[in-house]
């Protein structure tokens, strides 16, 4: 399905995109920031990646709620980052209240730009801001098997990567405020855990994370499978009922 989307839309998209590469490859302040940032939170141990990512922040002093929110929107957009470690150390720097007021709204930042660069651009650019189809395949197939719905599950379900799908939903019919929407209250109860453990948790961050991820889905699988359990099990009870008497 085409969709229709405005020149001034595209020249946008296309000048804010070369603005964010210009600025990466001839400010090296930017770069080397950007690159040191992208360094920690790809340590594959992910509580010394929180612990380390809340020492690189901190040495922003007044900075570090802005750079922390730059890094969200970035891994949302471009690089394969976990969004939960700079939540978690979001928690533990500002406490869980504000950090996850900051991981919320910077992750909703970057969503939104990401449906907008697909919306304005098209799926080739996508493809190539993501390094290829396959991560855009793997949404097409989420947005056939659940429709209406496939935003709000892939975003309370925190192993479903959170760019495809932003970037998917752009490229589909999908209205920009129902996306917005389904992306504020999906990624809503995940932020507010992650923050509150950053904050309180000293154990192991990523068997935290499996564990909530592994309940979140066996609760969206329930509420899911619940309606059709209900059809199932409605005949077989009328049947019965109908011999007993």
């Known amino acids: 399905m085409k969709l229709r989307v405005q020149r001034a839309s595209t020249a946008a998209a296309i000048a804010?995109?070369?603005?964010?590469?210009a600025a990466y490859l001839w400010i090296p302040g930017v770069r080397h920031g950007v690159d040191a940032g992208v360094g920690v939170l790809s340590m594959p141990d992910a509580h010394q990646a929180v612990e380390a990512f809340r020492s690189y922040v901190l040495g922003f002093g007044p900075w570090a709620p802005l750079v922390s929110a730059a890094l969200m929107v970035l891994?949302?957009?471009?690089?394969?980052?976990?969004?939960?470690?700079?939540?978690?150390?979001?928690?533990?720097?500002?406490?869980?209240?504000?950090?996850?007021?900051?991981?919320?709204?910077?992750?909703?930042?970057?969503?939104?730009?990401?449906?907008?660069?697909?919306r304005a651009l098209a799926r080739p650019a996508v493809e190539r801001l993501m390094g290829g189809a396959a991560a855009l395949d793997g949404a097409d197939r989420f947005f056939v098997r659940h429709g209406e719905h496939a935003v709000l599950l892939a975003?309370?379900?925190?192993?479903?990567?959170?760019?495809?799908i932003s970037y998917g939903a752009g490229l589909t019919s999908t209205g920009f405020w129902p996306f917005l929407v389904a992306t504020g209250l999906g990624q809503l109860p995940a932020t507010l855990l992650y923050s509150y453990l950053g904050e309180r948790v000293t154990g192991s961050v990523r068997v935290l994370f499996w564990l909530f991820s592994?309940?979140?889905?066996?609760?969206?699988?329930?509420?899911?499978?619940?309606?059709?359990v209900v059809e199932w099990l409605r005949p077989r009870h009328g049947a019965g009922g109908g011999r007993v008497s």
Do not use: E, Y
């Open 155 to 164: 975003r309370l379900l925190p192993f479903v990567p959170f760019d495809a």
């Open 75 to 118: 891994q949302a957009i471009v690089a394969p980052l976990p969004a939960f470690v700079i939540t978690f150390a979001n928690g533990l720097l500002f406490g869980w209240a504000w950090g996850a007021a900051l991981s919320w709204s910077s992750a909703m930042v970057g969503a939104v730009i990401c449906f907008w660069i697909a």
């Open 16 to 21: 804010g995109v070369g603005a964010a590469v």
């Open 214 to 228: 592994i309940v979140a889905a066996i609760l969206v699988a329930s509420w899911m499978a619940g309606p059709r």
